[in-house]
Nanobody
Framework: QVQLVESGGGLVQPGGSLRLSCATSGFTFSRFAMTWYRQSPGKERELVARITSSGTTNYADSVKGRFTISRDNAKNTVYLQMNSLKPEDTAVYSC???????????WGQGTQVTVSS
């Protein structure tokens, strides 16, 4: 059974940091690209950061230089280190796994990040 469980969200002041984790099970993690998405009320879901199975990363322009995505294949976990947080970073952050022979697509439930003073 495939599971993706996000954690690490919460309330943080502007300029602060959070580290999100997405712990996975039930599929061959090392063969999947992992992506963090976010969605805030009234807005479309947007890609935040992606890391491929080979470790190549890409980021939304809005988070470049502030966020870092990484993966630990031994722990089947992907991380999102978020620094210099801004109120506009407030959203539900979800992780996605895509890959495998049939290009499977899996989603977590999401974790709320709120940036406010």
């Amino acid at each position: 059974q495939v599971q993706l469980v996000e954690s690490g969200g919460g309330l943080v002041q502007p300029g602060g940091s959070l580290r999100l984790s997405c712990a996975t099970s039930g599929f061959t993690f090392s063969r999947f690209a992992m992506t963090w998405y976010r969605q805030s009320p009234g807005k479309e879901r947007e890609l935040v950061a992606r890391i491929t199975s080979s470790g190549t990363t890409n980021y939304a322009d809005s988070v470049k230089g502030r966020f870092t995505i990484s993966r630990d294949n031994a722990k089947n976990t992907v991380y999102l280190q978020m620094n210099s947080l801004k109120p506009e970073d407030t959203a539900v952050y979800s992780c996605n796994a895509r890959g495998g022979s049939f290009n499977w697509d899996y989603w977590g439930q999401g974790t709320q990040v709120t940036v406010s003073s």
